[in-house]
């Protein structure tokens, strides 16, 4: 039997949001096109803070890679690298990485373009400073395993305009040494850039991690199980993924008709090689297992299920109800896992379409599993998701990033169902979303997550993620202004009540 996280061992809450939707009071962004996001920055400090004196110890947050125009957390081009739109330029200055002037313009430019101004200015300082010489030397050796191939593939990417990597030349696409080598050279200034910004993401990373644990607070990521097509990892190890001779996929991810769409979803990422993974002994992940164990002290696996079975679609296909499902090999996955990292914390995002082999494949590796209350109120007295359902073994959530808000979701519940809630809770008089948050709190589960904007009692206006569209996804900020002054301390009671304090 496998060990569960320390964190596991007592109750604990936490909060979910991802850094992006942190207040931006970053100096840079008065020179900024767009609206401005959260970075690692002094919000990302003052959120601990706020997390600290609330009592509570979680931050869950989604994954934290480079996104693309979609700004999706989870079709990345990297499952290492960091995303550079988080990178804090006045946490820069502040350590004299660059000089703050360089990077203060007179008209709006976008935020790329001022990191190339903070990289030109990194790369002045680094020959007179040899501590920072040093560490950066340090962190290249380090992070070579997978830093190389992700410098060079955005390199590349910003060479050929954005092109998927399937139209690139194909000496290139198919990673020809003496082409590689000789672009390399050639792009070297771009290269150079994309080590600046990593390097400057792990550091700013590695700073506030060790804040946040000092301050009691663990830092809870997010693995999709699968990666974008269009990304450094595909790119740069091709048999370990589903594709043709022109590194286009036979078979794209995805899942049938479920709670969140009629039609199911089609994600369109290449599904694994599982065969060939198997016999290099899971050796591309057990990579990306050291990478997300260096950010975080948590690690949530996205759609869990899919390592039991996965549905595969056709690649030629764009409706998800004409896939099927795959059995994977699950069991001798986890296992390289846990043999490679026996303390590994993981929790299983089991939500969907769940049959007892997936969570057969769970307990047998005593993996925490989730449960959504918004999910439970449909009539049934069996739902899992209902509390007297509950196990300790789980985390509890009003909501995740793809539901609605707590109170846009009861504004939308059928009058039965709203009849229902209200029985369960004993009649309550309590307002919406906090009848669901301390309903959570007092679950048996280890563990409580609730959503920021549950904790600012926001309506649907303000959800993360819709699954199924493509609009206004990801977008989501909010103001320390919508923060009432007395929530620390009305979290802090609850949680003492129901023994959560961090």
């Not at 993974?277 to 948590?298: I, N």
Request: charged residues 20%.
């Amino acid at each position: 039997m496998v060990n569960k996280s320390p964190l596991f061992q007592r109750r604990t809450a936490g909060v979910l949001l991802h850094p992006t939707s942190l207040p931006c009071s970053e100096s840079y962004s008065r020179n900024e096109t767009t609206k401005a996001f959260g970075t690692l920055g002094k919000e990302a400090y003052a959120f601990v803070d706020f997390m600290a004196t609330a009592g509570f110890s979680i931050w869950q947050m989604l994954p934290t890679g480079p996104t693309q125009a979609d700004m999706s957390p989870y079709q990345s081009i990297s499952a290492h690298a960091g995303n550079p739109d988080l990178i804090s330029l006045d946490w820069l200055a502040e350590k004299n990485w660059i000089d703050a002037g360089q990077v203060t313009t007179r008209e709006p430019i976008p935020l790329a373009e001022l990191r190339e101004l903070a990289a030109a200015s990194f790369y002045k300082h680094l020959g007179s400073n040899a501590e920072l010489e040093q560490a950066f030397a340090a962190f290249r050796q380090a992070q070579a395993y997978w830093l190389d191939d992700f410098s060079l593939f955005s390199a590349l990417r910003a060479e050929y305009q954005n092109t998927s990597w399937v139209d690139w030349p194909a000496t290139i696409r198919t990673r020809h040494d003496e082409a590689l080598n000789q672009i390399r050279l050639t792009l070297k200034y771009k290269i150079d850039q994309v080590l600046f910004e990593q390097f400057a993401f792990f550091s700013q990373w590695s700073a506030l991690k060790k804040y946040a644990n000092e301050k009691g607070i663990y830092l809870f990521g997010d693995m999709p199980i699968f990666v974008g097509h269009d990304s450094a990892d595909v790119w740069a190890q091709q048999h370990y993924f589903n594709l043709d001779d022109q590194g286009r996929p036979l078979t794209v991810a995805g899942v049938p008709p479920d709670y969140f769409s009629e039609t199911g979803q089609h994600w369109g990422n290449p599904h694994y090689n599982w065969n060939q993974m198997q016999q290099d002994g899971f050796q591309w992940w057990l990579a990306r297992l050291k990478t997300q164990l260096h950010l975080f002290d948590l690690i949530r696996i996205d759609h869990f299920r899919g390592f039991e079975a996965f549905w595969e679609i056709p690649a030629d296909s764009e409706d998800a109800r004409s896939g099927r499902w795959v059995k994977a090999p699950g069991e001798a996955f986890l296992q390289a896992c846990f043999d490679a990292y026996p303390e590994l914390p993981l929790v299983a995002e089991n939500l969907g379409v769940i049959t007892d082999e997936v969570e057969a494949l769970r307990r047998q590796f005593n993996l925490p599993g989730m449960l959504v209350l918004q999910f439970g109120f449909d009539g049934n007295s069996n739902n899992p998701h209902l509390p007297h359902n509950h196990s300790r073994d789980e985390v509890i959530y009003t909501g995740t990033h793809d539901n609605d808000t707590t109170l846009g979701w009861y504004e939308t519940l059928a009058d039965e169902h709203r009849k229902q809630l209200q029985a369960y809770c004993f009649n309550s008089t309590e307002p919406m979303p906090w009848l669901l948050i301390e309903t959570a709190l007092a679950s048996v589960g280890s563990m409580a997550i609730i959503p920021m904007q549950d904790l600012l009692e926001l309506d649907g206006g303000h959800r993360m993620n819709m699954p199924g569209t493509t609009d206004k996804n990801w977008v989501w900020t909010f103001l320390w202004d919508q923060v009432d002054p007395a929530l620390a301390g009305r979290v802090r009671q609850l949680l003492a009540i129901y023994h959560r304090v961090g």
